[in-house]
């Protein structure tokens, strides 16, 4: 199973591919397309194991990288220990096969599996132990290279974030290499997470329809070569895989153009929602929301920006200093749920937001979860909750550089040389459902 | 202090030609005194870090984490 971060279905499936995908275009030709719908948030965690474990981000308690115990305001990312259900790898495991695992965020601090793993970007640096077995990461390294996890987005050198994720990609398509050709496995799941990179560094260069599209000698080269790199290097690995490897070509989320970000904070700040003890002109634009800066009596709501926003109520019983009292809790969610629907953009112009309790999205709501998750004119602005800026639509990402916001739809297609699948394209598919898919085709 | 459990035995079964290459490395080799010490050693090695109390990521390692991630726009 390939995993690649990020890839939009129009990529894959349509021409958008600047003539990258050739060969893994023509496999999947042969076989079965779907449209991957990914979970609520559409973000690569908790999406790629909600894809792996079939359970939704509700159910997993995972609803972002990072997440607030009740009552505390600073956060908590996740590892690989708060997937508390088994993974595809692990039934595979269970059930005899030998397994092979490699980048799936988030699998840091590597377990105990049925074959081998190789922990993904979450890893806080290659000093660590980030491979099962333990003495695997030495044999790794004197064949491939030290371990690169991630790449580092610098917003003026573009030159160099691309020679560093070239580099990444080369890494892991070595370390993949490797491992898929010199150790015994029946199960191989890979995410690379260069193909997100690359979009979120380089979108507006190469996706024509981006709002600020820019034709550039070099940046608008870099998408397509990172495909081009990875289905020529694919193409020379598959010609080793034994004749009835059934291929599975994945992501966890699609991608689009970012049209700009909206600063959530201060929104909440001008609905009277959120208070400050000083005058927020007085801010530095960006300026991170601390807890010290907030007038907690008399504040109702603060937010969290990201891909997606997630909106706390400072509930009394619940919160530090909390002032809204729990018999309006329901009544303070619905109003600010009206109120975050009705945003408008910078010209007026109606978006289509969605604001949503976690119940109202999850069969089950465990973990630390927010009291709303919102999306700002279905995903194509970023919600940005830093504060001190002079207005709330920003051109440009609060964090450094990003073209890129995420779409709901990823893909899943299917390449199986035995031919006993139905060809052609088959719709949707839904991101919890992705388990059970492939378990199927592994004991059809 | 040795809990009770932690002296029971039980018996496991293994092949045949593993156990035979086990036994041959330990006879050759030394290191360990039997197939059963070096089948527990192994274990408790591989089991070490699954079973520790703080199985997640040290303060450090996750402000690591988290600026990355800030850097990368996910938080
Ligand atoms: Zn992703």
Redesign the interface.
Known sequence: MLGLDSLPPSVLYEDMDGGGFTYIRRLIEEGQKWLMRTCHPP???PAWMVMFTGKTPGELGIY???HRRPGEFD???V?S?FIKTPTLWDDAGKKGLKVGVYGVPPT??P??VHGFMVTD??T??PD??YTF??WLRRELESRTGPTVF?I??RSHDKDRVARDLFHMLENHLRQVEYLATRKQWDLFVYVEISVD?AH?AFWKYFDKNHPRYEYHPMYSSVIPKVYKRIDEWFEKLHRRLPKDTIIVVASDHGVKPMKGAFTINQWLIEQGYLKLKEDTTTLKPGTDLRRDLIDWEHTIAWA????YSRVFINLKGREKQGAVDPKYYEETLRQLKRDLERIRGPNGERWDNKAYTPQELYPEVRGDAPDLMVYLDDLWWRPAGTIGWQTNYLPE?D??P?DAVHDWLGVLAVYDLEDTLPKGFMGEIRAEKVKEFIEQLIYQ | MVHKDMTEKVSIEIKRDLYDKAKKFIEEQGGFSSVEELVEFLLEEVLSSEESEERGLSKEDEEKVKERLRALGYI
């Open positions: 973000i690569t965690v972002g990288f990072r956060y908590y990312i590892n220990s840091y601090p377990r105990l970007f979450t806080p640096g660590k132990p077995p333990p991630d580092v987005y990179r979120h969290w920006g990201g891909y990402n964090r450094g990003d």
